[in-house]
Each structure stands twice: as structure tokens, then as C-alpha cells.
């Protein structure tokens, strides 16, 4: 097994297959990281992997925040100068709170905008002639709350009445 590392804190930006398996079969995660120490660590320890494993840098799990745009071609804010990563794991992460240890939380408490951290390690992979290095998610911490990104859950509990004999009432015209 290869050498695990703790990330430095980043911005969820795509959650929602912490819950449940995507159509992979994998939980996954990806997260904008700003420019630090422990993000150079984790470029490094994916360097050490790819070299390792094929003898050279080959394709790495770090992506350009800047390559991801809105329509007009300007860098997403919540990307804008930041590495972008994707976890992905076969086995269900476990996810904690801020308190740590026994603070557990609901994945579905992790939403695009929240900030985490997670307990990661890269692994080697040769598929159809290509070769490359991806992340795999072991842990996830949620660290604080921010702004949300995109569309949250829609809260059917406050957009529909109750339903009566004669009708719907409506809580937006009552």
C-alpha cells in the first residue's frame, strides 16, 4: 500500500457521490485546493508514485482551477488560481466533523462549497495503452461551512401546502 497523506484544507466543489456510488461504483469527491505546502506534498508523493510504478512522470490527478470556465470563457471564482483533485474510493470514506475523531457526520451534510480535508494516497494505472496516476479517497473531514456552489437541494417542505378537501393551499399566494 502506498504512503498515505493529509490534504491541506479545500473547497468542495462536487460532493454528492459521497452518499452513494457513482456509476463507477466508486465514492467520490473533488476538491479546489489554494497553492500551499501540504498540496505540494501531495504533488510530490504523486511524482514518487508515477515514478515508482512506470520509471517517469506520467498523467497526474491535479487539474487547472483556470481550465474550468463560466459561458463568457472567465475562470469559475471558486477555481480561479487553485488545483483541482478528485478522491475516488471503492469503499465507503469515512466522513467526520470538525471535532474530529467521534464527531461523525452525514455525507450528505458535505455540500458544493464547503470546506474539507481528506486523508488520501495515489496509485498507479494502465488502461487501453494510457497511463497515469489517480487520488484515492480514504477519509473526509469537514472543516466549515461557506458559500454554496450551484444548486442545493430543493426544500419541498417549505414550497408546497397542505393539501385539503377543496384543494392545494399555496404558501406563496396562501
Same mark, same amino acid.
Given at each position: 500500500m502506498s504512503q498515505q497523506i493529509l490534504s491541506g484544507i479545500g473547497r468542495v466543489l462536487w460532493?454528492?457521490? #459521497?452518499? &452513494?456510488?457513482d456509476d463507477n461504483g466508486k465514492y467520490s469527491v473533488k476538491i479546489a485546493f489554494e497553492p500551499s505546502d501540504e498540496l505540494d506534498s501531495m504533488i510530490k508523493l504523486a511524482e514518487e508514485t508515477s515514478q515508482e510504478r512506470f520509471g517517469k512522470v506520467v498523467d497526474l490527478p491535479f487539474k487547472d482551477g483556470n481550465a474550468a470556465t463560466d459561458d463568457s470563457g472567465k475562470p469559475w471564482s471558486w477555481t480561479k488560481d487553485k488545483t483541482v483533485i478528485i478522491f475516488r474510493t471503492k469503499i465507503k470514506p469515512? @466522513?467526520?466533523? %470538525?471535532?474530529?475523531? $467521534?464527531?461523525? @457526520?452525514? %455525507? &450528505?451534510?458535505i455540500y458544493n462549497g464547503s470546506y474539507a480535508r481528506?486523508? $488520501?494516497?495515489f496509485y498507479g494505472w494502465e488502461y487501453q495503452k494510457k497511463k497515469g496516476v489517480? $487520488?484515492? #479517497?480514504? $477519509? #473526509?473531514?469537514?472543516?466549515?461551512h461557506g458559500d454554496p456552489i450551484g444548486k442545493r437541494k430543493f426544500d419541498a417542505t417549505t414550497a408546497f401546502g397542505a393539501a385539503t378537501e377543496t384543494g392545494m393551499v399555496s404558501p406563496i399566494d396562501g
Open positions: 460532493g454528492q457521490n #459521497l452518499a &452513494e456510488v469515512s @466522513i467526520i466533523g %470538525p471535532g474530529g475523531g $467521534a464527531d461523525v @457526520i452525514d %455525507p &450528505e451534510d481528506v486523508v $488520501a494516497d489517480s $487520488a484515492s #479517497l480514504h $477519509a #473526509l473531514q469537514f472543516y466549515k
